[in-house]
């Protein structure tokens, strides 16, 4: 006979729609004894960490109603950086995730930026940039982390109200056993994409290419119009690190890793 799924209280004034309530209850897992989570951090209840010291204890009636308030104060401030209306499911999706990378990473995340550019689908891709932590001082993707996002970008497309994540798609949740994984890491920065950096050093060995090839007056008119080849090949590089560039900015703006 397997395990009871523990869940909170669905009688309490939730701010957000009860599936996504359980996407934060199955995701982040209820102890009652403070404990330290994989990162170091005092957690206790459904994955709070403000204000928890050694030794610290809490009834479930406690941990639920300190989980509906908490998720009160996310909506209201996932409410605060939207510039679109979000349905209940959207929002709900949002709160999950800025719950779990917390309020400052969510800010400035992609699913923020799409969702308030009118586009969906692009916000609920963007929900797969976190998906990564630090485990053991290497930064790689999470399996329970990759679910997690997945079904939080389902959660975020839906419109049916009595959607919620199947249980069997929550490694261990009849465990209730998600709370020692890691924290995700942000969204990597566009800056630190290998594609964007090659794209920025091809347009910078054209810029100097080009730079050295156009002295003593563009060299003569490019030798009386027989263009120096270099030219050719500064115009080339720059073109290319351009077009990789707009590419890779259009790929994160639609979501992509």
Not at 9 to 34: K, Q
Not at 68 to 91: D, I
Not at 97 to 118: I, P
């Amino acid at each position: 006979m397997g395990a009871v799924e523990i869940l909170p209280d669905s009688a309490l004034h939730w701010p957000i729609i009860w599936p996504g309530v359980v996407e934060v209850a199955r995701s982040e897992g209820c102890r009652l004894r403070a404990y330290r989570d994989i990162a170091g951090v005092w957690t206790i209840g459904w994955g709070e960490t403000e204000n928890v010291r050694p030794g610290d204890v809490m009834t479930q009636d406690e941990a639920d109603r300190l989980l509906c308030s908490r998720l009160g104060e996310f909506a209201q401030n996932v409410e605060a950086l939207l510039a679109r209306p979000a349905t209940p499911h959207q929002l709900a999706a949002m709160v999950s995730l800025a719950y779990n990378v917390g309020l400052a990473g969510f800010a400035r995340s992609s699913v923020l930026r799409a969702h308030n550019a009118g586009n969906a689908l692009a916000a609920a891709r963007a929900f797969g940039l976190w998906n990564k932590a630090r485990v053991r001082g290497v930064l790689e993707e999470v399996r329970g982390l990759t679910a997690r996002r997945a079904r939080e970008a389902a959660l975020y497309l839906s419109r049916d109200s009595s959607y919620h994540p199947p249980l069997d798609a929550l490694p261990d949740a009849a465990a209730g056993a998600m709370a020692d994984m890691p924290a995700a890491e942000p969204e990597s920065r566009m800056a630190a994409s290998p594609i964007a950096q090659s794209g920025a050093v091809s347009m910078a060995t054209g810029a100097i290419a080009m730079a050295s090839a156009t002295s003593a007056d563009v060299r003569a008119v490019a030798t009386g119009l027989g263009i120096d080849p270099l030219l050719v090949v500064a115009a080339v590089a720059l073109i290319v690190g351009a077009v990789v560039l707009w590419n890779r900015y259009r790929q994160r703006n639609e979501g992509w890793a």
